[in-house]
């Protein structure tokens, strides 16, 4: 009796935990089902901030009395946007040349701090973009360049059909706009900064310098002061005295 009554509660308890498990995993099938457009959304935006651009963005430092240029390969009737920013060095200027496959000028800007430029390619080749520090044979530039070729890509799953968007596309648009706004923003923040800085830098040096030279001449007048007041108060011999009359 006591063997039938074991297996029996056995058997009891067995049918609770399939029916606990049951109930849970009903639970679990809720809640993935709640939070799918939540997880669907950040899917959308990590895919938005991970996906390769056809962008090129970089700092390089141009030396005195020194020329560099840069290659971008583009296909025709594609859109190019060109930019450029001196963002430290002796006048903040610089001479900017953009040729295209057939070496010509499309774009030149003599002694420039910042501009831009934007162009559709005619041909299909390597375009050229080229900065001469050559006037210059004592400072050294900091330069920023963007370099955007084509349209930006459509973000996956929302600009590639033509209805009409969702609520949750519509989210996931403005906030890829956003996301762009505050890179362009921190972009131009940093280079603005880098600029105060350097210039910052640039006057705590002249300072510096003045001070020292400030000191210094204190110091020399000071000790030639002493030296003269020494000379009037010392006792001089009937021979220095008598030379001195003459």
Not at 21 to 43: A, C, G, W
Not at 45 to 67: H, I, M, P, R, Y
Not at 160 to 170: I, K, P, S
Request: glycine residues 4%; hydrophobic residues 35%.
């Amino acid at each position: 009796m006591r063997d039938e009554q074991l297996n029996n509660q056995s058997n009891n308890c067995s049918s609770n935990n399939s029916s606990s498990n049951s109930s849970s995993s009903k639970k679990k099938n809720i809640n993935s089902s709640s939070s799918s457009p939540m997880l669907l959304l950040s899917l959308l935006v990590l895919a938005a901030l991970l996906q390769s651009s056809c962008a090129v963005e970089f700092t390089f430092d141009l030396g005195d009395n020194a020329e560099d240029c840069f290659y971008e390969e583009i296909k025709r009737n594609t859109s190019a946007y060109f930019e450029f920013q001196v963002s430290a060095g002796g006048q903040l200027d610089v001479d900017v040349v953009l040729k295209d496959p057939q070496n010509q000028i499309i774009y030149s800007l003599n002694r420039a701090t910042f501009d831009s430029h934007q162009f559709i390619a005619e041909t299909t080749g390597v375009y050229t973009a080229c900065f001469s520090n050559k006037f210059s044979a004592f400072s050294h530039k900091i330069v920023y360049v963007d370099f955007q070729v084509g349209e930006e890509p459509a973000l996956p799953g929302v600009d590639e059909h033509a209805t009409v968007l969702t609520q949750m596309e519509t989210s996931s648009q403005a906030i890829h706009k956003a996301l762009n706004d505050i890179l362009d923003a921190q972009t131009h923040h940093r280079l603005r900064e880098a600029q105060g800085r350097k210039r910052a830098e640039d006057i705590n040096q002249r300072v510096m310098v003045w001070a020292s030279l400030e000191t210094a001449t204190v110091i020399l007048i000071g000790l030639i002061q002493i030296l003269v007041l020494r000379n009037f108060f010392t006792d001089r011999k009937p021979s220095q005295a008598r030379y001195g009359r003459l």
